[in-house]
């Protein structure tokens, strides 16, 4: 079975750190491009970030871009992204999704989310 | 702001037809496949239809989607209760270099 499993979220005061990862299973990690969503209590989805399937290329949005880094170790089968200098806005449940072929915008698997809470 | 527009709510009876527009333009939908999810409340987006009308195995054949310059379209028929979700439109942005998604659309099956 094709699976992801975020893990990592939790409080963090604004100005702080915090590293996700996602543990896939079921399926050839090391060749998919990976990426990270993530969705506001009560708002949509939002394109966080991207990795394509040996780490050698990623992109962000304009609003993590700087603080954001995404990566991957494809020996450990597991996704990860270490956020830095987090703001409020930041506030969301953040998930890793599968794309459904190199360089598309689609994505065929999603984990179950990680919620990440920026407050003081 | 949403760079996808989609109608916030849409309903209709069960076993009646739905369907559910994305806009766009020639740097997202006009010129890249678009993608559907659902997302039932609490849990994770589902892949619904991909390449703008393909399904996934296990997806019945009452979703449906389509394509149109730089509009798309979720359709479903035979709507039953458990299709009460949120519905999103995404695609690739060619100017902004950023996966997009539509806003959301909230189905209510009266």
């Known amino acids: 079975e094709v699976q992801l499993v975020e893990s990592g979220g939790g409080l963090v005061q604004p100005g702080g750190s915090l590293r996700l990862s996602c543990e896939a299973s079921?399926?050839?990690?090391?060749?998919?491009?990976m990426h990270w969503v993530r969705q506001a209590p009560g708002k949509g989805l939002v394109w966080v970030s991207r990795?394509?399937?040996?780490?050698?290329?990623?992109s962000y949005a304009d609003s993590v871009k700087g603080r954001f880094t995404i990566s991957r170790d494809n020996a450990k089968n597991t996704l990860y992204l270490q956020m830095n200098t987090l703001r409020a806005e930041d506030t969301a449940v953040y998930y890793c999704?599968?794309?459904?072929?190199?360089?598309?915008?689609?994505?065929?698997?999603w984990g179950q989310g990680t919620l990440v809470t920026v407050s003081a | 702001q949403s760079v996808l527009t989609q109608p916030p709510s849409v309903s209709a009876a069960p076993g009646q037809k739905v369907t559910i527009s994305c806009s766009g333009s020639?740097?997202?939908?006009?010129?890249?496949?678009v993608s559907w999810y659902q997302q039932l409340p609490g849990t994770a987006p589902k892949l619904l239809i991909y390449?703008?009308?393909k399904r996934p195995s296990g997806i019945p054949d009452r979703f449906s989607g389509s394509k149109s310059g730089t509009s798309a379209t979720l359709g479903i028929t035979g709507l039953q209760t458990g299709d009460e979700a949120d519905y999103y439109c995404?695609?690739?942005?060619?100017?902004?270099?950023?996966?997009?998604f539509g806003g959301g659309t909230k189905l209510t099956v009266l």
């Open positions: 999704a599968r794309a459904i072929r190199p360089g598309y915008a689609g994505f065929d698997c």
């Open positions: 079921g399926f050839t990690f090391s060749s998919d491009w």
């Open positions: 990795i394509n399937s040996d780490g050698s290329s990623t």
């Open positions: 020639s740097s997202n939908i006009g010129n890249n496949y």
């Open positions: 390449d703008s009308n």
């Open positions: 995404g695609t690739w942005d060619g100017s902004l270099s950023a996966v997009v």
